[in-house]
């Protein structure tokens, strides 16, 4: 490539083009909350909300023009608690859903 012309060769490996960002969303980050005892929360309502969540996002970068791909990736083991905080570690598995847009 000659210095000062652009670069048009395509992406390799699947890398979309331009201005890439990446988001996922937790399950455990919705409906969840610390007790005196332990801890609430509502898988059902939290898995629903997440992947809520998700599409709502696709669907307001999609309105931007926003080229998006949505997937999940099952059986993620996420942790609340534990050091550094006032609360024991506690393991969730659960599905992620994440995007990729450009």
């Keep these: 490539m000659v210095a000062g012309?652009?670069?048009?060769r395509e992406p390799?490996?699947?890398v979309l083009k331009g201005a890439t960002m990446q988001?996922?969303?937790?399950?455990v980050?919705?409906?969840?909350?610390?007790?005196?005892d332990w801890y609430e929360w509502d898988r059902g309502k939290?898995?629903?909300?997440?992947?809520?969540?998700r599409d709502a996002r696709a669907k307001a970068l999609r309105a931007e023009g926003r080229r998006v791909?949505?997937?999940?990736?099952?059986?993620q083991t996420t942790?609340?608690?534990?050091?550094?905080?006032?609360?024991?570690?506690?393991?969730f598995v659960v599905p992620v859903y994440g995007?990729?847009?450009n």
């Design 12 to 14: 390799r490996c699947g």
């Design 69 to 75: 791909r949505c997937y999940t990736l099952p059986d």
């Design 23 to 27: 988001q996922f969303f937790f399950p």
């Design 79 to 91: 942790t609340r608690g534990g050091i550094n905080t006032p609360h024991p570690e506690v393991d």
């Design 99 to 101: 995007l990729d847009a």
């Design 5 to 8: 012309q652009e670069d048009r």
């Design 46 to 53: 939290a898995v629903k909300a997440a992947l809520a969540a």
């Design 29 to 36: 980050d919705f409906e969840f909350k610390w007790t005196p």
